[in-house]
């Protein structure tokens, strides 16, 4: 037992001090600042001035008129003036509108793409215009035509039941839930991503440098597998640690704000998150366990460590599938068969499952059932990796990960047969 702790402290240190470790802690925090003033800056376009011609002056000078901020329109005596503007750059684009009875239309004439914001403001402005039109034709006032166009209102409610059949209305929380389920669907990609080459890395380092014959004649080839897994995971774990204590710190810090009063309304954190967090926490830290037992199985099947990218795809695949499953289907389509298939699906449910938690499609029970059942599959991958372990580590084949593979089972065959 010392042996494996030593492994696995020697594996923990060398990566907790390690400055791509510092990177992944704040990796989120610098993407977050990022997209932070990315967003500030989105209204800030270049293209802001635009010409405005039409052979109704009118029309023109109408269109200029409607309610717009971040753009200046300017009308155009002429086509041709318009162009001369825009060859010396003094404009970014120009505007040419037509109208055909109430039907209005416009053309953009730009030397680059615009952007899809601007080109649906101006399509906003033209069907307005129009929308007035011909409201003015039907006789119709502006309040009438704002009620015509005020959207209806729709509430989904949830309901629960109890033994007499008697439903009884709660709070629905699914969409902030949802947003938790995304999130932690995202730390779980990125999770296993990363942590799957740190541990492929870790054993196909010491495989191509030949050393593991006499790291085997010390120890066992289990306890060493076990180690370098453990010492992989205490790294993972540690790095949750450290973004549970900064969620917790960071609500506790400014929950009496607006933005997040907003975010989270009056919603119990206890009813909101309760078997619901506990349980997308254990699929978290389960699919991480699964995916770098895959990952290390894959690392020592490569004869050096520049191949740890290639042995790793099935892991990247895998959690690729799973978590744009989850992402795409787990939000527009929750009652999904092929989700709900996945859910029980080792690989798979670890990100299927706490989608269907937030969506109320899946039961306390259903999810305990999924739980245990990626519990034994991971514990059974886990005997088998490690079985296959000392073989895999002491076959150097050129011909492929699934050549040594096939080799190692073989070795492992023939030394149990002795």
Request: proline share 2%; glycine share 6%; aromatic share 12%.
């Amino acid at each position: 037992m010392s042996k494996f702790w030593v492994i696995a402290k020697d594996v923990y240190k060398k990566n907790v001090k390690s400055v791509s470790f510092l990177i992944l802690i704040l990796a989120p925090f610098l993407m977050g600042a990022f997209y932070y003033f990315t967003g500030q800056l989105a209204g800030n376009s270049e293209v802001n001035k635009i010409g405005v011609y039409s052979e109704d002056a009118a029309l023109g000078q109408a269109f200029t008129q409607l309610d717009h901020e971040e753009y200046e329109f300017q009308v155009m005596d002429s086509k041709k003036a318009a162009q001369k503007e825009l060859a010396k750059e003094k404009l970014d684009a120009f505007l040419v509108l037509t109208n055909k009875g109430d039907s209005f239309s416009g053309e953009i004439y730009t030397e680059s793409s615009l952007g899809q914001t601007t080109q649906m403001m101006i399509q906003q402005l033209l069907t307005q215009m129009q929308s007035n039109l011909r409201a003015q034709k039907m006789g119709l006032s502006g309040g009438e035509v704002a009620k015509l166009n005020q959207p209806a209102q729709l509430k989904t409610q949830k309901v629960s039941f109890d033994k007499f059949d008697n439903m009884t209305t709660e709070e629905d929380h699914s969409n902030l839930q949802m947003i938790v389920t995304n999130v932690s669907a995202i730390i779980l990609f990125i999770f296993v991503v990363t942590y799957s080459s740190i541990i492929a890395q870790e054993i196909a380092s010491e495989k191509g440098t030949r050393i593991m014959e006499v790291i085997l004649s010390s120890t066992k080839a289990q306890t060493h597998f076990y180690g370098k897994l453990t010492g992989v995971l205490l790294v993972a774990l540690t790095q949750l640690l450290i973004y549970g204590v900064m969620i917790v710190f960071g609500y506790q810090k400014f929950k009496d704000l607006d933005i997040i009063k907003q975010f989270v309304g009056d919603a119990s954190l206890e009813a909101l998150f309760g078997p619901f967090l506990i349980f997308s926490a254990v699929f978290v830290i389960l699919g991480i366990l699964l995916y770098a037992v895959l990952a290390a199985l894959c690392g020592s099947l490569v004869n050096k460590a520049e191949d740890t990218s290639k042995a790793i795809i099935p892991v990247t695949y895998l959690s690729m599938g799973a978590y744009f499953l989850a992402l795409f289907v787990g939000m527009f389509d929750p009652q999904n068969i092929a989700l709900r298939i996945c859910s029980y699906i080792p690989f798979f449910s670890s990100f299927a499952m706490p989608v269907r938690l937030a969506n109320n499609t899946a039961s306390i029970s259903s999810a305990v059932i999924s739980v245990v059942i990626l519990a034994i599959f991971t514990v059974f991958l886990m005997l088998i990796s490690s079985g296959l372990y000392k073989s895999n580590v002491l076959v150097y084949n050129e011909n492929g990960v699934i050549a040594a593979l096939k080799q190692s089972v073989t070795m492992m065959k023939a030394e149990k047969n002795k």
